[in-house]
């Protein structure tokens, strides 16, 4: 089977300055791949570069599709939906309201349907719906994000940190629904942590990325399993 998505001597900067240097990866069609390392590794540009945000050179291919130096409103039509650090939330809004801007690419009577059966995933947001989005918790806020990106119907979900900032008990509610996501609707993801235990026990594919460069992949479970890794992210 191919790849959802390949990207094969991937470099990206920010004007002159180089954060990418050739870098190869995939994500399996409804697989979940991770990407450690430590801050200022290039996690967050990876999925910017994904997303048509930074300028790339190189290849990126979702389903065989070549998608890279595509305008982020092609790529995100293509299927790509990105879940940002910091959430990308509309905090002035209500809930209703960011779930209608996540559904914006469909038509109305679907996108109730759609609403839904967030909902079954995400309980709490059906409470919080006429709530402002600013006043959730982070979790609920988290969830939220989540569920905007879900919203667009991806094959591809990009993932940054969704752990960060939020209690052990919310982090692990989170990934036992994003686990349910990805059974359900066959989704690929590709997740960015810093929390590299989570990651690893999440995925079955990993990457480790230092100062732009792969330096590591593999099978999750033989990642997690590495002497170097286990001191240098997992501590123990
Ligand atoms: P973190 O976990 O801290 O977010 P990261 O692995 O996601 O780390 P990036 O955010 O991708 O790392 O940053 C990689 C490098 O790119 C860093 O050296 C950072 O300073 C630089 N960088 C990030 N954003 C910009 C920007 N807008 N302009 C210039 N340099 C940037």
């Given at each position: 089977m191919t790849n959802l998505l390949e990207a094969k001597g991937l470099h990206a900067a920010y004007g002159e300055t180089r954060v990418l240097h050739g870098i190869d990866f995939a994500v399996r069609q409804g697989g979940v791949t991770a990407l450690l390392g430590a801050n200022g590794a290039g996690k967050t540009t990876t999925l910017r570069a994904i997303c048509g945000l930074v300028r790339t050179q190189g290849e990126l291919n979702l389903n065989g599709t070549s998608i890279g130096g595509l305008a982020t409103e092609d790529i995100v039509r293509l299927g790509v939906a990105h879940v940002p650090d910091g959430r990308g939330?509309?905090?002035?809004?209500?809930v209703e309201e960011n779930m209608k801007l996540g559904a914006y690419t469909r038509p109305a009577n679907q996108a109730h349907a759609d609403f839904d059966h967030m909902f079954d995933y995400f309980p709490r947001l059906k409470e919080r719906f006429?709530?402002?989005?600013?006043?959730?918790s982070g979790g609920e806020q988290q969830m939220l994000a989540i569920v905007r990106a879900l919203l667009l119907r991806p094959r591809l979900l990009l993932l940054d940190?969704?752990?960060?900032?939020?209690?052990p008990l919310i982090v692990q509610e989170i990934f036992r629904i994003l686990r349910r996501i990805r059974d359900d609707a066959g989704v690929g993801i590709l997740l960015v942590e810093q929390n590299a235990a989570l990651a690893l026990e999440f995925a079955e594919d990993a990457y480790l990325l230092e100062t732009g460069r792969i330096v590591m992949s593999g099978p999750a479970a033989d990642i997690s399993k590495d002497e170097g890794v286990r001191r240098s992210y997992l501590g123990y």
């Open positions: 939330t509309f905090m002035e809004l209500t006429k709530q402002q989005a600013g006043t959730l940190e969704p752990s960060f900032g939020l209690a």
